[in-house]
């Protein structure tokens, strides 16, 4: 009798969706995640299941918290986010980020951006993944930084580079606040 559920398959599904979206191969993650390829090709297919370990560190290689495993690819019951009720962190001087898009979409991500006056992405300039990302710039003015070429944008503007060229954001009046989005495709966060 096999140990295989329902669960197990939904799981190696979201797994190897992320994987495809983020065209990574099963021995680039399997090699990252220190994992046998057989192994992952089981969790894949919902017939072995991982320990929380396991499954830790095969998230940290998709980006992915272990929970996202478990949240529902069908789950449209709630397609409205309110903002007070985005997930948000602070990060670099005077800025925080929300993300708007669910843990379970695998092709997009969509961050918001909300700069202090003088806020900045940090001091230096950083890299995530290797995407296509899109900013724009919904109020305010920023600098946008990509490969050590400044950039200044007003409302309205947007500016496209890979998330793999060093890139930084900053606020750029020292005066008045900015908000920005960026648009992800793989998602990177």
Known sequence: MSNYSETDASIGDRLRRRRKALQLTLQQVSDAAGITIGYLSQLERGRSVGSVSTLQKICEVL????GDLFESS?????PVLRFLDAASRTFGKGASKFKLTPAYFDHLEVLLGVFEPGGNTGNAAYTHGASEELLLVLDGNVEVEVDGEAHRLGPLDSMTYNSSQPHKVSESTGTSPATVTWTMAPPTY
Do not use: I, T
Request: proline share 0%; hydrophobic share 35%.
């Open 74 to 78: 069908m789950n449209s019951s709630k």
């Open 63 to 66: 980006k992915l918290k272990v």
